[in-house]
């Protein structure tokens, strides 16, 4: 699969996926032409694939996420002070996921354990108190806000129908705990209210999500079954999730409800 | 005991003083009262590993240049010296030349003398204003005066000069055997350069709280610079007196208050700060690697006004010409987590501020219903097992 995207706003295909947007695009762009390579497969052939029976044992899925992140700050607040200091523009976290897949429930899927962890940062000039001056000046200094989600969840893939009927499509749900690492950078150091307290904390919550993966392996089942047999990947997928974390009580509702999307492969 | 050299001292009262000191030597000698080791031979030893500045550069690569601020705080080597030979005046030029060879021949320029010294003990130690080696004095054949810090503005040369130290014998104006040389090869040389490099294009200063961030545009490639440094002033200050080394030539010596060009603008009006000249030492507020395209100043007074100008800098710190004089206020800005907890918002302390009890009662359920999961999943894992 030779594909080059080309970011929205540029002339040149993407050399690099730095900016998140193209990202984003990317991944859409990938999904859509599997999608695509499903539809356009020849007539008289079955779209689904033929159930396998040579799976090398499997213990564990890794996923490589990637979604849009707005966190829920203004539900622990009087007043919209999120909106109002970082504005309304997206901002995306990148994560990554580790399962381990601890039993097979026959007919049923995988039900295992597993454990995420994500970065993302929102930054904006600080605010002159009002009332604001005649002229004001132009304010560089930034506050940074800097979350690391992480979670443990438990995790049920049921694969089921990919693995005995061939659809390729693997639903599956996720719940469990979250913890988040937050702090603020004021520009110079870290961030300090008036009365001493310092910007940065943790934050306990929630953790749930649904989603599906699409099974790659149905694009070229002969390198699935030669990579399962070199390196132990059983399954490759492309996922779109719906994800909450939710992170009540008094402390900084870092949490968010977002789509979340990403590669992942189970060994 | 030392002989602090290289202040004025003349060479007729050197030349007495060596008389004095042959018919001392002399004395000793029919005395028997002369060590036998000293009077034998005439040579010059030199210990590199005692050379000293008053101001040791952080740079290894080049700790014995000398440069412009080291000039105006009258900096000066210190050799500690093994003399086998009491009876002659050690002299010590500097220079890129042969200067032992061409000893008298000074007014070529590539020699000068930068201080002379009677060997009264076996080890006697030579003090070399950096000033004496930077006003390449060829005048005279008299060892240099006491220069002020005046002869530090008279160094233009942007690559700066290398020069070795020559350490030799003289009589009756020439030089004789056993002197040696000391060029610091092993430790990047020495020398003197004292000008900075060219300033940035343009500058842009924009406002943080206890500081201002001045946006560094229009960048020409100069390979002699290292970094960019910010010089802050608060408007409405004239010359400062108690910055006295700094302003003997730095402040003062630069500054044209009759001029309007170049200066800050009104209202941060200071003479200190000029476009297109050096700024006075003790005014630093900021340094940025030569790659940044932003400069944060250290930290200032909220609600003062001041005025700003950014140099180059080079490797041995000097700082070159200003570039052109801006305006910054710093003043009290709200971050994002003041206005948060101004707001109602909860949390802070610290990562390891950890308390349950902030947890909501969903949550605590919500934890018990893991850890069942969890235990349900081992509980499995064990019975298949």
Request: negative net charge; hydrophobic residues 40%.
């Amino acid at each position: 699969m030779n594909q080059r995207v080309f970011c929205p706003g540029t002339s040149q295909p993407s050399r690099s996926l730095a900016k998140p947007a193209c990202v984003a695009n990317a991944l859409l762009a990938s999904a859509l032409f599997a999608n695509t390579a499903l539809a356009q497969m020849p007539a008289g052939v079955d779209w689904r694939s033929n159930p396998r029976s040579d799976y090398s044992p499997q213990n564990a899925a890794l996923e490589v996420r990637f979604g849009p992140y707005r966190p829920k700050v203004d539900e622990s607040t009087n007043s919209p002070v999120f909106e109002e200091f970082f504005g309304d523009d997206k901002r995306y976290l990148l994560g990554l996921e580790l399962d381990w897949q601890i039993w097979r429930a026959p007919y049923v899927g995988t039900l295992g354990v597993g454990a995420g962890w994500g970065y993302t940062q929102f930054s904006a000039p600080n605010q002159i108190p009002p009332p604001p001056p005649e002229e004001a000046p132009t304010v560089s200094q930034e506050s940074n806000l800097n979350i690391m989600p992480m979670y443990a969840v438990g995790v049920l893939r049921i694969d089921s129908l990919a693995r005995n009927f061939g659809v390729p499509f693997v639903p599956y749900g996720k719940l469990g705990l979250a913890y988040a690492l937050w702090w603020v950078n004021d520009g110079v150091a870290t961030a300090v209210n008036d009365a001493g307290l310092k910007g940065k904390d943790t934050s306990i919550g929630t953790q749930a999500a649904l989603g599906v993966m699409l099974l790659l392996d149905v694009l070229e089942p002969s390198a699935a079954r030669a990579m399962d047999a070199e390196t132990g990947v059983n399954n490759s997928y492309l996922f779109l999730e719906w994800s909450v974390s939710d992170f009540g009580g008094d402390q900084m509702n870092v949490g968010t409800n977002t789509w979340v999307t990403g590669l992942a492969l189970e060994m | 005991m030392a002989n602090t050299i290289g202040k004025g001292v003349k060479r007729g009262a050197l030349s007495r003083v060596r008389s004095v000191a042959a018919g001392l030597a002399a004395a000793c000698a029919v005395l028997l009262c002369a060590p036998a080791t000293w009077a034998q031979s005439s040579t010059i030893t030199l210990t590199e590993s005692r050379v000293s500045r008053n101001q040791y550069r952080q740079d290894a690569s080049r700790r014995w240049w000398i440069s412009y601020e080291d000039c105006v705080r009258g900096d000066a080597f210190t050799f500690p010296l093994g003399v086998s030979s009491n009876s002659n005046l050690i002299e010590v030029w500097a220079g890129n030349d042969d200067c032992a060879e061409r000893r008298g021949q000074q007014d070529r320029g590539q020699c000068w003398i930068v201080a002379a010294a009677p060997p009264d003990t076996p080890q006697t130690t030579v003090i070399v204003p950096v000033r004496n080696v930077v006003a390449q004095s060829t005048a005279s054949s008299l060892v240099p005066m006491e220069y002020d810090a005046s002869v530090c503005e008279g160094s233009i040369d942007p690559d700066g000069q290398s020069v070795t130290f020559y350490f030799f014998f003289q009589d009756g104006g020439k030089a004789l055997t056993g002197g040696i040389t000391w060029d610091a090869k092993a430790a990047g040389g020495t020398g003197f350069d004292l000008v900075g490099p060219a300033p940035p294009g343009s500058v842009d200063v924009t406002v943080g709280e206890s500081q201002l961030s001045i946006s560094i545009g229009d960048v020409d490639e100069e390979g002699d610079r290292e970094r960019f440094e910010a010089f802050c002033v608060q408007g409405g200050t004239a010359v400062d007196p108690p910055v006295a080394p700094a302003l003997d030539a730095g402040g003062a010596a630069v500054i044209d208050a009759g001029s309007s060009e170049g200066a800050a603008p009104p209202e941060c009006s200071t003479p200190l700060l000029r476009a297109g000249q050096r700024a006075p030492l003790g005014y630093s507020c900021g340094l940025a690697s030569e790659t940044s395209g932003t400069l944060q100043t250290s930290e200032l007074v909220n609600g003062t006004t001041y005025a700003v100008g950014v140099a180059g800098q080079d490797i041995l710190g000097n700082a070159g010409a200003l570039s052109d004089i801006q305006c910054g206020t710093p003043l009290v800005l709200d971050d994002f987590y003041e206005m948060y907890t101004e707001s109602g918002g909860r949390g802070g302390g610290g990562f390891c501020n950890l308390s349950f009890t902030r947890q909501s009662s969903e949550q605590g359920r919500l934890m018990a219903l893991g850890l069942f999961f969890a235990a349900l999943l081992w509980r499995r894992t064990r019975s298949r097992e």
